[in-house]
Nanobody, 128 residues
């Protein structure tokens, strides 16, 4: 049973940086897809970035060149480095995981949050 716990959220001024972390427990071996989604009240989940089961990263256009996803070799910590933050990046950020091979591209994974079974509790990011 996979458990995810995010940390690292907070408040920052526009142009600043934050690093989010997601502690992954319960994963042992096999295919693993991990992603960061974000959500603003009243709106659907928005895919931010994902590693598919091959380890290939995909980024949403809104964050390309500013955000970087990374995961340690043991697959116990998923990070999201966020630079050049904008007010529109303000949201609750969630890490998500699924223990299956990606059925399609990373872009597809970013559009289908409900494909991911395991979710963290979220961490708030506020950019002013």
């Amino acid at each position: 049973h996979v458990q995810l716990v995010e940390s690292g959220g907070g408040s920052v001024q526009a142009g600043g940086s934050l690093r989010l972390s997601c502690a992954i427990s319960g994963y042992t071996t096999g295919p693993l897809c991990v992603a960061w989604f974000r959500k603003v009240p009243g709106r659907d989940y928005e895919g931010v970035t994902v590693f598919d089961h091959t380890g290939t990263p995909t980024y949403a256009d809104a964050v390309k060149g500013r955000f970087t996803i990374s995961i340690d070799n043991a697959k116990t910590t998923l990070d999201l480095q966020m630079n050049s933050l904008k007010p529109e990046d303000s949201a609750t950020y969630f890490c998500a995981a699924e223990l299956r091979r990606s059925p399609s591209t990373g872009s597809w994974l970013l559009r289908y949050d409900n494909w991911f079974v395991y979710w963290g509790q979220g961490t708030q990011v506020t950019v002013s």
